[in-house]
Nanobody, 114 residues
Framework: VQLVESGGGLVQPGGSLRLSCAAS????????MRWYRQAPGKERELVAH????????DYSDSVKGRFTISRDNAKNTVYLQMNSLTPEDTAVYYC????????WGRGTQVTVSS
C-alpha cells in the first residue's frame, strides 16, 4: 500500500498550488480520502474530505472557499487545489485513506512566504 503526495513547494501569498496523492495497493474507489496538514508546533488538522461514493466534499472553516478536493478513481489519485494561499497555510500536507483501515502518505511541504 502506498500513498505518495506531490505538488508541494514554495509559493508567494495569494498564489496557488495543486497537490496530488497517488494511491496504490488497495481499492482506491472504496475509500474516503482526506487531506490533513500539520504546521510546526501544532496538531494535525483535517483540511478536506471527499467520500468514496458520490464524491461529496467537506472542508475546514479555515480553507472553505479557497481549497477544492477532488478525486479521479480511474487514476487512483486525489487532488487538493489550493488558491489564495496565506502564510497560515504553511504546513506539511498529508494524504489519508479511510475505509476499514487508515493509510497515510509521508506528506509534502507547502511553504507560503514572500
Amino acid at each position: 500500500v502506498q500513498l505518495v503526495e506531490s505538488g508541494g513547494g514554495l509559493v508567494q501569498p495569494g498564489g496557488s498550488l495543486r497537490l496530488s496523492c497517488a494511491a496504490s495497493g488497495f481499492t482506491f474507489s472504496s475509500y474516503v480520502m482526506r487531506w490533513y496538514r500539520q504546521a510546526p508546533g501544532k496538531e494535525r488538522e483535517l483540511v478536506a474530505h471527499i467520500t468514496s461514493v458520490g464524491g461529496r466534499t467537506d472542508y475546514s472553516d479555515s480553507v472553505k472557499g479557497r481549497f477544492t478536493i477532488s478525486r479521479d478513481n480511474a487514476k487512483n489519485t486525489v487532488y487538493l487545489q489550493m488558491n489564495s494561499l496565506t502564510p497560515e497555510d504553511t504546513a506539511v500536507y498529508y494524504c489519508n485513506a479511510v475505509f476499514r483501515v487508515n493509510y497515510w502518505g509521508r506528506g509534502t511541504q507547502v511553504t507560503v512566504s514572500s
